[in-house]
């Protein structure tokens, strides 16, 4: 599997570390709620479809990124810089 | 009392030569990697600072004894000069002098040689002179640029001196018996 | 028997080589398959479950039955194809699964007791009793039914892994895939072009067929010459594409020195390639397929096509009285080309009523050959016609049941082919390997003109893909003639007729798993073991289907076909785990004082990527326990010396750098002073420990974090994550600056008196109190100092540029021993603090939060952190936690083991009784006696109880006291002092 960084571009998958699903982007404020403390750190999709993740480019810049990829295909839909995503 | 000796991460190795191509330990001169704060506009003055462009990602600047090689996300390493001071308001600056271990590779099958550690298409017309990545060289991640027509410099980091010459041997043995 | 005039081999470059222990001879561009044919060896292995007399099949890499084991030791090569072991000066192979010999196998006897070894034989007879399995049954299939085996003696690491990278990858290079290639290449385009043969040109070479009036192989040698010439182009011979794998990437398998005798020193055996390729065209041709009738595996029983192959290709005939029974025209090739060599042909019997004979032999349309007779060697074929049978004498019948495309690599991400009535077979589904266009024989094209054509096309729509433009390209002249072909699987009548023929599959039991229910084809794989050998059923699985499709009574294409998975042939997992065995498993971090470490006899232990002393041992000391406890002693009355460089050190700047540490740590950082350092506690967001260290305040902006030696890489990858992907906003720039500082741990009481010989400006407690830092001057080289201690004592850390750290360690060793210390190495390290109740990742094994070590307080309440709002959810702020406690044994036995569990003292010691377990333990000199850390239900309030540690690995048992962790100068009085 390859992604494009898009800081370094397509580059082997045995570069990036993978993190999980992209919902980790999206840290609750301290006083949000047990539902929402769960759902950020327990509850995850498990679609036979798209997801969205983080990987970091670990072996590479140190990116992290939030990556949406069809987890039947494998099929890389797009890739974006965590920092970008969140400003 | 005697002074501190300094030693090199491969303790001044005679170049070795396999086939075609020599691996030879590097003194890039003092590394300092410089990563711009925020809204920072650093260029100019490091270009009038230090005579080179400041690079783009996965490129490298200069020359033999000052070089500007991008080295990961909003991070440059500047090889060779002593940072100007001037620089120090626009970005972080961090002594890097002693963390890596430096070889160039050079020779005819100096590509062939890195297709074996390096998973990157290196072939001129992909990866020119002046350009440069952040990338694994076998298990190792490190940084490789092409500084010349058939010369690479590979940087890991320092503790790993002995596995980079160990990779390097064994993929210029390989590559020198084919011919 | 060789044939003048005939094959591309070298005459003039005589080879001898042995199999089973006989010499023989060959010539260059044999393969061991063709030059054992020419000497007339025609019975070269025993089947893998019934041990049947076998020949050579194929002429290929699908080849079922020719398997051998060439060379000896630790370079023994077991399962090689003869068909594709090229010949070389002194080759020596040997046949398998026979005992005590090729010709007289006492396991034959299992052929006679096939009634009982038929389908789902495994599943049958070896269910019962169970203990039976290990002990009995499967040491006697492994005996019995086996392939080669390894020499038994460690492979030298003679592989390699490598990369490509290309616009367009061409897999085979054939009509089509020559073609292909020369188009895309004729573009501009970066093409590399891969072969399973040592000779590029696929069926061309095998067959008498002109192109533009030239010879076939003539046509493909110019064109290789032609493509090898361009820059622009890579050939790899010898390589074959096993997988076809997400984003474009290619696994393939180079056999770079299987065709010389051993390999040259540092040189490899095979490298396994990855290709990165933007688009791909796979033309891999076809394979023939046999039929079945019985006793079809009689050796001397051939594919059609690999009979033309070993005449036309290595001048070999594979028969003097050469039968030929075929349902298609292709065959008939066979009877003419050896007709023409001056070959006997006995006769042709085609299963067609129609079928029109090409040349002057004897043919028998509307007939079948109903059995062979001959154990070791095909005597003769019995042929059934319409008005009777006949037998007739033959030493070689060349079989075709027809060509099946080879789709395989099509299939390699989920793909399934698709039925073509036309060739009565699968063909590959358009689209299954993104990127991957399909050319030729592979693509059901089997007319050499189709094959040229298609390879343009492939490449032209390829080109297309990449926005290239092909130029006009003149497809060759070549035969187009029609592949007229009547399906026939296998002939009526009684007997075993053979299927897979590695795993010994019959017809009947393709029939048997049928009437067993197993009619899901995916089921009678596994029930007849059809297709699982190391051949995948590459000549057998489609016929398999076509009669579990009748015997269901369904179409083939209802029945479907099984999944084909990477690799197309075998791999060696030498190959695939290349670069990685020895000094290429991991890299080796070493510190600076490495050397000198060594020099003074330190064993070297591994933790993590690095290597660190694990004592330093006098020559009069026979144990490390002597000399682990003597550095401790050092280090409480005099001064040690220990490199501390393999911490992780993290560079943290920038106008927000308070806030980041403030964010990430349980406490405060933005109130420390500069020049001064606080030990903080980090916490995953789940509210559990991560790690934890010091960090010193260098300036207004700038702070270095300690990280654990262990968790370096994923705290720094934490602190990218919260600066990225958290809070971008913030201004800071962290760099790991762990590799830029060689630092070294200098403790004891005469640590001050130490560094004041070796600064240039000597210290005192009053501008150096406990926790402070700061940058000094060693001998003019700029370091820098931090009053911190991991032993208890008053210690230092002392860092300078890691160039100077060999110089640096030597010196300081030497100071330490002229004050009655000296080095000391991580057994000591570890002594030193457990008894002080530091904890490491031993303790923080991911399960445990601040709280449970006792260090609730460090868990600010005035501001945001990770883990912080997690750390109060009532799972992990409860009573009933395992907590922090120190142990130390009370009973008879006074040992303490790590890993061993606490158990409720008199209680049988059981899971319902397990109180808590054992993390790190070491026998501590200054105490006398074995100390532990461990963690115990309530252990924070239960100081005084006495429980019981039982290992039940090693068979220890203690009486255990709890007791607070803090074992030697409660206080602190030592380390401030
Ligand atoms: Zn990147």
Same mark, same amino acid.
């Given at each position: 599997m390859r992604l494009r960084c898009p800081i370094c571009g397509e580059r082997d998958r045995r570069e990036f570390y993978y993190q999980g699903a992209?919902?980790?982007?999206?840290r609750p404020a301290p006083d949000a709620g047990e539902a929402a403390w769960d759902n950020y750190l327990h509850l995850r999709e498990n679609p036979a479809g798209d997801l969205e993740e983080v990987w970091s480019h670990d072996a590479g810049c140190g990116a992290w990124l939030k990556v949406t990829r069809n987890?039947?295909?494998?099929?890389?839909k797009s890739v974006e810089l965590a920092r970008e995503v969140k400003q | 009392m005697a002074d501190l000796i300094a030693k090199t991460p491969l303790d001044s190795m005679e170049p070795v030569t396999i086939g075609t191509c020599t691996v030879t330990e590097a003194n890039l001169g003092t590394l300092t990697s410089i990563a711009p704060y925020a809204?920072?506009?650093i260029a100019d003055t490091f270009k009038t600072a230090h005579g080179m462009a400041w690079p783009a990602p996965n490129r490298a600047t200069g020359k033999d004894g000052a070089r500007a090689i991008w080295f990961g996300r909003d991070m440059v390493l500047l090889a @060779?000069?002593?940072?100007?001071?001037?620089?120090a308001k626009h970005a972080a600056l961090t002594d890097q002098s002693d963390a890596w271990t430096a070889v160039t590779l050079g020779g005819a099958d100096a590509e062939a040689v890195l297709a074996r550690l390096i998973p990157?298409?290196?072939?001129p017309a992909n990866f020119k002179r002046g350009h440069t990545a952040r990338t694994q060289i076998q298990h190792m991640t490190g940084s490789v640029t092409r500084i010349g027509a058939d010369t690479f410099l590979l940087l890991v980091f320092r503790s790993m001196a002995g596995t980079l010459l160990h990779d390097l041997e064994r993929a210029m043995a390989s590559v020198a018996v084919r011919g | 028997m060789r044939v003048e005039? /005939? +094959?591309?081999?070298?005459?003039?470059q005589r080879l001898s080589f042995r199999f089973d222990g006989r010499t023989y001879h060959g010539f260059a561009g044999d393969t061991l398959a063709s030059a054992l044919l020419a000497n007339d060896?025609?019975? &070269?292995a025993r089947s893998f479950k019934y041990h049947r007399p076998r020949g050579i099949?194929?002429?290929?890499?699908?080849?079922?039955?020719a398997l051998v084991t060439i060379g000896r030791g630790p370079a023994t090569d077991p399962n090689v194809r003869a068909t594709v072991q090229e010949l070389y000066d002194g080759l020596e192979a040997r046949s398998q699964n026979?005992?005590?010999s090729l010709g007289f196998d006492?396991?034959?006897i299992n052929d006679l007791a096939a009634p009982f070894l038929g389908a789902g034989f495994y599943y049958k007879t070896?269910?019962?009793?169970?203990?039976?399995?290990?002990?009995v049954y499967e040491p006697f299939i492994r005996r019995a039914a086996g392939l080669g085996a390894l020499g038994g003696e460690k492979d030298a690491d003679h592989y390699e892994k490598a990369y490509a990278f290309c616009d367009v990858l061409v897999i085979g290079a054939g009509p089509a895939g020559l073609m292909a290639a020369w188009t895309a290449a004729q573009a501009g385009a970066q093409v590399i072009l891969a072969d399973e043969?040592?000779?590029?040109g696929g069926r061309l070479n095998a067959e008498t067929l002109t192109i533009d009036d030239k010879p076939g192989a003539d046509w493909a040698a110019d064109m290789v010459s032609k493509l090898a010439a361009m820059d622009n182009v890579r050939l790899m011979p010898r !390589?074959?594409?096993t997988g076809a794998h997400d984003g474009g990437t290619f696994g393939a398998l180079e056999? %770079?020195? =299987? =065709? &010389?005798?051993g390999v040259p020193?540092? +040189?490899?055996?095979e490298t396994f390639w990855r290709i990165v390729a933007k688009r791909s065209i796979l033309a891999a041709g076809a394979i023939e397929r046999h039929i079945a009738f019985q006793?079809?595996?009689?050796?001397?029983?051939?594919a059609a096509g690999a009979v033309r192959a070993y005449l036309n290709?290595? +001048? %070999?005939?594979?028969?003097?009285?050469v039968t030929v029974f075929a349902n298609?025209?292709?065959?008939h090739r066979t009877a003419m080309d050896l007709q023409d060599a001056g070959v006997h042909i006995a006769a042709v019997i085609d299963s067609r009523k129609d079928a029109q004979a090409l040349g002057d032999y004897r043919l028998m349309s509307g007939a079948i050959v109903t059995g062979a007779e001959g154990?070791? @060697?095909?005597?003769a074929i019995r042929v059934t016609t319409a008005t009777g049978t006949e037998k007739i004498a033959t030493d070689c019948l060349a079989v075709s049941g027809g060509w099946n495309p080879? &789709? =395989?690599?099509?299939? =390699?991400?989920?793909g399934r082919p698709t039925w073509d009535e036309r060739i009565a077979s699968f063909v590959p589904t358009p689209g299954?390997?993104?990127?991957m266009e399909t050319a030729g024989a592979c693509n059901g094209a089997f007319s050499t003109a189709s094959c040229l054509s298609e390879g343009v096309a492939a490449a032209r729509s390829s080109l297309d893909a990449l926005g290239m433009t092909a130029p006009d390209i003149k497809i060759p002249q070549a035969d187009d003639s029609n592949y007229a072909l009547e399906p026939l699987w296998a002939v009526p009548g009684k007997g075993r007729a053979w299927l897979d023929f590695q795993n010994d599959v019959s017809v009947k039991d393709v029939k048997q798993a049928a009437q067993e229910n197993f009619t899901s084809v995916e089921h009678m794989k596994r029930y007849t073991t059809q297709g699982m050998a190391t051949d995948q059923g590459k000549n057998s699985n489609v016929a398999a289907l076509a009669l579990l499709a009748d015997a269901t009574g369904r179409g083939i294409p209802e029945t479907g076909t099984t999944t084909f998975r990477p690799p197309y042939t075998p791999v060696a997992l030498a190959a695939l785990g290349a670069?990685?065995? @020895?000094?290429?498993f991991a890299p080796e971090r070493k510190t600076t004082s490495h050397a000198a470490s060594v020099a003074a006899g330190a064993p070297m232990i591994e933790a993590g990527l690095w290597y660190r002393p694990s004592h330093f041992p006098l020559?009069?000391?026979?144990t490390w326990r002597q000399s682990c406890d003597r550095e401790v002693g050092w280090v409480r009355n005099a001064v040690g010396i220990c490199d501390v460089s393999t911490l992780g050190k993290i560079d943290i700047q920038g106008p927000d750098a308070a806030k980041l540490l403030d964010f990430v740590y349980?406490?405060?950082?933005?109130?420390l002073k500069e020049n001064r350092v606080r030990y903080g506690l980090m916490l995953r967001e789940d509210g559990h420990l991560m790690d934890d260290g010091t960090t010193a305040r260098l300036g207004e902006n700038h702070y270095v974090m300690t990280t654990t030696t262990a968790a370096a890489g994923q705290v720094m990858r934490h602190l990218e994550f919260v600066t990225q992907?958290?809070?971008?906003?913030?201004?800071v720039r962290i760099m790991s600056v762990t590799e830029q500082w060689a630092q070294f741990a200098v403790a004891g009481p005469k640590s001050r008196e130490l560094l004041n010989g070796l600064l240039d400006d000597a210290i005192d407690d009053s501008k150096w109190p406990f926790m402070s830092c700061g940058p000094v001057t060693v001998q003019g080289v700029k370091g820098r100092l931090f009053r911190i201690s991991f032993s208890g004592e008053h210690a230092y850390e002392l860092a300078v540029p890691s160039r100077y750290g060999d110089s640096l360690f030597r010196l300081l060793v030497a100071r330490a021993e002229s004050l009655g210390g000296g080095a000391y190495g991580m057994e000591a390290l570890n002594v030193l603090r457990i008894e002080k109740g530091f904890i490491t990742h031993s303790e923080?094994?991911?399960?445990?939060?601040a709280q449970d070590i006792g260090?609730?307080?460090?868990?600010?309440? /005035?501001k945001d952190f990770i883990g912080a709002t997690m750390a109060q959810r009532p799972g992990l702020t409860e009573a009933g936690r395992a907590q922090l406690v120190g142990l130390k044994p009370v009973g008879p036995v006074k040992q303490l083991t790590a890993g061993a569990h606490i158990y !409720?003292?008199?209680?049988?010691?059981?899971a319902e009784h397990d109180q808590g377990y054992v993390t790190s333990v070491g026998f501590s000199p200054t105490l006398g006696h074995f100390i532990g850390l461990g963690f115990v239900t309530d252990g924070l309030s239960r100081h005084g109880d006495v429980l019981n540690m039982v290992d039940h690995v090693r068979g220890i048992q203690t009486r255990v006291e709890l007791c607070?962790?803090?074992?030697?100068d409660p206080k602190g009085e030592r380390t401030r002092g």
């Open positions: 992209a919902v980790m982007l999206d987890v039947s295909t494998h099929e890389i | 809204g920072a506009k @060779g000069p002593d940072p100007d001071a001037g620089l990157l298409d290196l072939s | 005039g /005939k +094959g591309l081999i070298d005459r003039k060896v025609r019975h &070269v099949l194929t002429a290929g890499s699908e080849e079922p039955n026979a005992w005590p006492v396991l034959s070896f269910m019962w009793p169970r203990a039976f399995w290990e002990k043969d040592s000779r590029m !390589t074959t594409v056999r %770079v020195s =299987h =065709h &010389v005798n020193p540092g +040189g490899v055996k006793n079809n595996d009689r050796p001397g029983i051939m290709r290595f +001048g %070999v005939s594979a028969g003097k009285a298609n025209d292709d065959a154990r070791k @060697g095909l005597e080879t &789709v =395989h690599m099509t299939c =390699h991400m989920n299954a390997i993104p990127g670069g990685a065995q @020895g000094k290429g020559p009069d000391e026979k349980t406490n405060m950082f933005s109130t992907a958290l809070h971008p906003e913030w201004d923080i094994d991911g399960r445990v939060t260090m609730a307080r460090m868990l600010s309440e /005035k !409720t003292d008199g209680a049988e010691p059981v607070d962790p803090v074992f030697f």
